[in-house]
């Protein structure tokens, strides 16, 4: 059974960072594309990054420069590391792995970030 979890959501002042994990079982983090979300009450889910297979990343505009999407096959986690926070960065942030071979399209539960001083 396929199976993300996210954690290091957290408060933060305007400026600062976190970093976000996602540690998948059952999945392969390496193997497959993956992508972190974000979504706000009332408002579409929207992609923040993404990173392919073989490494291709894709950013929103309105985090390019602030925002590094990684990968640890050691610990099957994925990272998103922020940097230069905003307030309009809070939201809850969601991982999600789309597996090749085998279709399948997975998503965590969430791990909330606020931004505010």
């Known amino acids: 059974q396929v199976q993300l979890v996210e954690s290091g959501g957290g408060l933060v002042q305007p400026g600062g960072s976190l970093r976000l994990s996602c540690t998948a079982s059952?999945?392969?983090?390496?193997?497959?594309?993956m992508g972190w979300y974000r979504q706000t009450p009332g408002k579409e889910r929207e992609l923040v990054a993404a990173?392919?297979?073989?490494?291709?990343?894709n950013y929103a505009d309105s985090v390019k420069g602030r925002v590094t999407i990684s990968r640890d096959i050691g610990k099957n986690t994925a990272y998103l590391q922020m940097n230069s926070l905003k307030p309009e960065d809070t939201a809850v942030y969601y991982c999600?792995?789309?597996?090749?071979?085998?279709?399948?399209?997975?998503w965590g539960t969430g791990t909330l970030v606020t931004v505010s001083a």
């Open positions: 059952g999945i392969s983090v390496i193997f497959n594309d």
């Open positions: 990173i392919t297979r073989i490494g291709y990343t």
């Open positions: 999600n792995i789309r597996r090749l071979g085998i279709p399948g399209d997975y």
